[in-house]
């Protein structure tokens, strides 16, 4: 509960006998919670009803357990299966998955502006632009280690090996590089539009970067 700081509810999403066996990944669409439930069969999405954290439904997707958010365009809640070379859609009128996309990379991280997805694939230093109506590649770039990604209408924030880029939303050029401030895996990524906020991997430290000045 924001207003009391206190923790109200809690829901156990993963029922594989396995405790080494875990699912990451959350999102939120169509007015419900979406996030990855690790069963001994695989890993699926759950859709779950955020008053009560009542399932209401369970995807089979075999997601990837690395990827961490869960974003929502076209009316589809988009996750990384296979071995994150594959892309998959899941209906939220439906709760279906749609036929998966091959991204011809392994991809570890997704992101959504307006009107496309975004794709890092770390092991071979690309971030990928895709039209989820197509699946076709729009546009790509070369990061060192593309990881953590965030994204709006005008931007995309990729961390990689060196710090956090700012690429074009339309077509992934570079607008500007922030360097020594890398989020890894292990920091944060996040930005609101108006304001981006890193946390950068292994550190306690806070940055905000301002993208009206191109300032830290």
Not at 102 to 113: E, M, S, V
Not at 132 to 140: H, L, N, R, S, V
Not at 185 to 192: A, E, F, P, S
Request: proline residues 5%; charged residues 20%.
């Amino acid at each position: 509960d924001p207003a009391s700081d206190q923790q109200v509810r809690e829901k156990k999403l993963d029922t594989t006998s396995d405790p080494a066996t875990y699912c990451q990944g959350i999102g939120v669409a169509a007015g419900y919670i979406w996030a990855c439930s690790a069963t001994d069969a695989g890993t699926d999405i759950v859709r779950i009803d955020p008053e009560t954290l009542e399932i209401v439904a369970t995807v089979p997707a075999r997601k990837i357990h690395e990827q961490l958010r869960l974003p929502f365009l076209a009316d589809r809640v988009w996750v990384l299966s296979g071995d994150g070379n594959q892309l998959v859609g899941i209906d939220t009128s439906s709760n279906e998955a749609g036929q998966p996309i091959d991204l011809g990379k392994r991809c570890f991280q997704l992101a959504a502006t307006g009107s496309a997805i975004v794709a890092t694939c770390t092991l071979d230093d690309t971030v990928l632009l895709l039209d989820p109506a197509t699946g076709q590649i729009i546009a790509q770039a070369t990061l060192n280690e593309p990881r953590l990604v965030a994204a709006d209408d005008q931007a995309v924030w990729v961390g990689f090996a060196q710090g956090v880029a700012w690429l074009d939303a339309r077509d992934l050029t570079q607008v500007a590089t922030f360097k020594g401030m890398s989020p890894g895996t292990g920091g944060d990524l996040y930005t609101t539009g108006d304001e981006v906020w890193v946390r950068k991997s292994g550190s306690s430290d806070l940055y905000h970067i301002d993208p009206a000045t191109k300032t830290i």
